[in-house]
């Protein structure tokens, strides 16, 4: 996968939230996107994501040396958001089922090991309303880390989760790190130690 971005720029109402901004991405680059709350991270992780439109510039995508259309995009990643929510009424097992209807699982895995994986074999028939906020976050994590996508898309990826979440949280990113490229939107260092890039959102705000 490749990505580039030429002079994105994006804008609400009369304030510039970025713009200017340049980026060459590679297959298997790691980058985090940093800044305080409410500078543009997750602003710009969408317009990467093709989920939202720059009000100028343009994102272009490669793989393996062929155009993806922006309105495709979607097709090739798992994105990790606090702003997407579980369906609570599913268990589990049928959540993780009715997800991978939808995107393909990596290969060499089966859906009914996954509750393990997660570390949330215990809870394979429990209802997802009755999870607590570090297992709906494993869950998010989890089903983002399995699915057979080139780019992950993680925002906030340790909200919610404690020490031993973020050690499964950094026993599986190394399980993928060459295997995707990898965005994490964060102003907490623990969460993007991994990254080898970084894009500070303050250096586009002029």
């Not at 970025?18 to 060459?24: A, G, K, M, P």
């Not at 090739?76 to 958001?81: D, E, G, I, P, R």
């Amino acid at each position: 996968m490749e990505i580039q971005l030429k002079n994105v720029a994006k804008k609400f109402n009369k304030e510039w939230i970025f713009r200017n901004l340049n980026l060459d991405l590679f297959q298997h680059d790691n980058i985090s996107i940093t800044g305080p709350n409410g500078s543009g991270k997750s602003t710009l992780l969408l317009i990467i994501a093709g989920s939202l439109l720059p009000t100028s510039g343009k994102v272009m995508y490669r793989l393996n040396g062929k155009k993806i259309d922006a309105e495709n995009i979607y097709a090739y990643l798992s994105l990790v958001s606090p702003a997407l929510s579980l369906p609570e009424d599913f268990t589990l097992s049928e959540f993780i089922a009715f997800h991978f209807n939808f995107k393909k699982l990596k290969s060499g895995h089966d859906i009914n090991e996954l509750p393990s994986k997660f570390r949330l074999e215990k809870s394979k028939n429990k209802y997802i309303k009755n999870f607590s906020t570090g297992m709906k976050q494993r869950l998010k994590l989890g089903i983002a880390f399995y699915a057979d996508t080139p780019l992950l898309m993680l925002d906030e990826p340790a909200t919610n989760l404690d020490g031993n979440g973020m050690d499964w949280y950094f026993e599986e990113i190394e399980k993928i790190i060459q295997e995707k490229m990898i965005f994490v939107c964060s102003n907490r260092s623990d969460e993007y130690a991994f990254c080898k890039k970084n894009l500070n959102i303050l250096e586009y705000k002029k």
